[in-house]
């Protein structure tokens, strides 16, 4: 078997075999057998002449077995999962965790950081003091069967090949390849070991999915994908024209989703919470349908269960559990300004990639892996789309620890369309089951 013959035939828009796929990604991720300009060719050939669905769950497996899969038998009972395509403000999995965790249902998770215009649910762990991502695999394990819940980082050895491949790709304009982003998606949580997995696919300005046609693909893959390896899937495409909830900042997000666990979270982030704990209480089997299930998540969040299950994931993994029940803790930035409206109107759009931007120059985010967060900046919105404004009104409010924010105010009161016309937007644009 050579490369030459294989990217050839990709090339002609031929189906490969499950061995040619396989050739290709242990030859490049060992490095012996192919090279790196063949396998840029490779992804290249896919780019343009695409996958079935049964090349790209045979892609998926080959990264897969590249490294590590997470075994999560000592575990007793379903292990779910979650994943997030990233967005704006997204602080979905502090939520839905502890709620999901709080019915017996077992959340195991492993996470990223951020890398860009948002941080990941690790740096936003990280705001609380004493949280540890790095505990060892036995140790997670017995957490999960002691608690029901365990929020980590990853492991360097759960699917390398995806590493080294995404490395390629994002230097041969190969990246937005819906087979290509399915695959590397689907190896790292088939390999973290859930049964049941439900995945947030973001649409708009502020997520890599600009178009619901081509983010509806890449959802009904990955669940395809899940499904042909034995998994329960769910899939919601979730509208990232604006920011979710109101919070966009570590600390910032962390303190809204302790409010939205008591309860009094904004709107758009709970409704988002409930939908995607309720795919995950009814793929688990606890209740016969979505009507049920969604009933259970709002019980668990008026009966306080899932933020104690949070209180307890916190203590359990070295993290002071007090700010939970007290957020007033959380440290705070020097500066608190306000970006105000220059006329009256309804907020028709928020540029919620603007927004990101806006609390990466901040130190909220990270231009490069190495780049230091800054837990307690961002910036919380204070009219979404739908509002009406007035002249003078604050439209959003920069929490900083630098004086001179001109570049950020610009960027917050830039993200901001005003309109004569009410605009009712709609978060949940599809689910794939």
Not at 288 to 306: G, P, V
Not at 374 to 385: E, R
Not at 395 to 418: G, M, P, Q, R, T
Request: charged share 25%; glycine share 10%; proline share 2%.
């Amino acid at each position: 078997m050579r490369a030459v013959d294989i990217i050839e035939k990709k090339r002609n828009g031929n189906k490969l075999t499950e061995d040619e796929i396989k050739f290709m990604v242990d030859g490049f991720t060992k490095g012996d057998t192919v090279m790196d300009y063949q396998m840029s060719a490779f992804n290249m050939a896919v780019y343009f002449r695409g996958m079935d669905d049964e090349e790209a769950t045979w892609m998926t497996k080959a990264m897969l077995h590249s490294g590590d899969i997470l075994d999560l038998s000592m575990i007793k009972g379903v292990k779910v999962d979650k994943h997030s395509t990233g967005g704006v403000g997204d602080k979905t999995s502090l939520v839905v965790a502890p709620l999901v965790a709080s019915l017996g249902i077992k959340f195991a998770k492993m996470s990223g950081r951020g890398l860009g215009h948002t941080g990941g649910t690790l740096d936003k762990l990280e705001s609380i003091p004493g949280y540890n991502i790095s505990i060892s695999q036995q140790d997670f394990i017995d957490q999960v069967n002691r608690i029901g819940i365990a929020l980590i980082g990853q492991t360097k050895s759960l699917a390398p090949a995806d590493k080294k491949l995404y490395a390629l790709r994002d230097v041969t304009a190969t990246v937005e390849s819906i087979p290509l982003i399915a695959s590397s998606i689907m190896s790292k949580k088939l390999a973290s070991g859930a049964d049941v997995i439900s995945l947030d696919v973001k649409v708009g300005s502020g997520a890599f999915m600009k178009d619901l046609d081509q983010a509806t693909k890449l959802a009904e893959l990955m669940v395809s994908i899940g499904k042909m390896c034995g998994k329960k899937m769910s899939a919601e495409l979730t509208n990232m024209d604006e920011p979710l909830g109101l919070a966009v900042g570590n600390s910032l997000e962390v303190i809204e989703a302790i409010d939205t666990l008591n309860g009094h979270g904004p709107k758009d982030f709970t409704e988002l919470c409930m939908e995607v704990s309720a795919e995950l209480i009814l793929d688990s089997g606890l209740v016969k349908s979505h009507s049920e299930a969604l009933s259970l998540a709002h019980k668990q969040i008026e009966n306080k269960e899932a933020l104690h299950k949070f209180v307890e994931l916190v203590e359990a993994q070295g993290g002071d559990g007090s700010y939970v029940l007290n957020p007033d803790k959380f440290t705070k930035a020097k500066y608190v300004k306000e970006v105000v409206s220059n006329h009256d109107g309804y907020v028709t759009k928020i540029d919620a990639l603007a927004i990101g931007h806006a609390a990466m120059y901040l130190g909220g985010g990270r231009a490069k892996m190495d780049d230091v967060i800054d837990h307690a900046v961002g910036i919380v919105l204070n009219k979404k789309v739908g509002d009406y404004v007035r002249k003078g009104e604050p439209l959003a409010y920069i929490h900083s620890n630098k004086e001179d924010i001109s570049l950020e105010s610009k960027c917050v009161f830039d993200a901001y369309k005003l309109g004569k016309d009410k605009i009712e937007p709609k978060l949940i644009l599809k689910v794939v089951k």
